[in-house]
């Protein structure tokens, strides 16, 4: 059982999503990112920034691509020993506006979108570079983390960073400023996520509170099985024998109720369907 933070409502066609252990050192670690990145940029910037992460997903390449803002630039940072690759995606106008605080300039809003001079990719580059630095300081070990700049993507929506079929983690994170909220984005192969992360150190695990004796200790530990019913459906036989794989049976649980919980074969708790990490999960609603 774990309570509702980090719960996600559930779509059957979605790829799986990061294992729980991963998910949570990748949470502490983005977290701390955004954290230590506006620090190490007031160093350079006249006014100050804030960071917020606010949402991350498992998705294809393909639909992580059609996420990206149209005018964009990307910035490759490869991490670790491996120089596994990430992509930070910033909107043009936003890289602009952010160019234009180190420069000095007094900016009132968001310029309009163009291609950066010289002198303003020399400056990015040295956003970028703080940027990297924040990544691998955030890392969720005692050691930082090494990032490598390792080139830049002007046309991140038509990035083949990874195969279009390849399960990526896309995570957006709020930058906000005088400007207004705008999106950053931070694209990576889940696969080589679970990789590195895996090796990470735990990040803190909860402890569960003593109990008054060993024979309340007992008792509490002894494990009960709850079910959720997905659903039922009526068929014939001759249909049974009929069914094929990719045939599709229609239950009669409805999308818009919540699923009963079972114990000792007796109805206890409805609630809805989601995900926590890569498994399954339901979120209580009612007491039966």
């Known amino acids: 059982m774990t309570d509702s933070v980090g719960f996600e409502p559930f779509d059957f066609r979605k790829p799986s ?27 350079h910037m006249t006014t100050a920034v804030t960071m917020e992460h606010a949402a991350r ?13 149209d005018a964009g630039i990307g910035c490759r940072i490869d991490l670790g020993a491996d120089a596994l690759p990430t992509l930070i995606v910033f909107a043009r106008p936003l890289l602009l506006a952010l160019v234009g605080q180190v420069l000095g300039e007094n900016l009132t809003q ?12 020399t400056v990015s580059e040295l956003l970028f570079e703080e940027l990297a630095h924040a990544i691998g300081e955030a890392w969720p070990e005692q050691s930082p983390l090494d990032c490598c700049i390792n080139g830049f993507d002007d046309k991140p929506q038509r990035s083949r960073m990874y195969p279009l079929g390849e399960r990526v983690l896309l995570t957006r994170f709020d930058l ?3 400007f207004g909220s705008q999106p950053v984005h931070w694209l990576s192969s889940q696969d080589q996520l679970i990789a590195l992360l895996g090796q990470a150190d735990d990040v803190g ?14 008792a509490a ?16 036989v001759s ?16 999308i818009d109720e919540p699923l009963e919980a079972h114990v000792a074969g007796l109805p206890k708790y409805r ?18």
């Open 17 to 43: 999503g990061l294992p729980e252990a991963v998910d949570q050192r990748l949470l502490f670690w983005q977290r701390g990112l955004a954290s230590l990145a506006p620090e190490r940029w007031s160093q």
């Open 57 to 69: 997903e498992t998705m294809m390449m393909v639909e992580a691509r059609r996420q990206l803002p």
């Open 110 to 121: 968001l310029p309009a979108d163009r291609p950066l001079t010289t002198i303003e990719h």
């Open 176 to 178: 906000n400023s005088a």
């Open 205 to 218: 695990t909860p402890v569960a509170p003593p109990t008054d004796g060993p024979l309340q200790a007992r």
């Open 221 to 236: 530990e002894i494990p009960v099985q709850v079910i959720v019913r997905l659903g039922s459906a009526e068929l014939h």
């Open 239 to 254: 249909d049974l024998a009929d069914l094929q794989v990719g045939d599709v049976i229609l239950l009669d649980q409805k």
């Open 271 to 288: 609630g809805w369907p989601g995900r926590v990490g890569s498994r399954q999960a339901i979120q209580i609603d009612e007491l039966v």
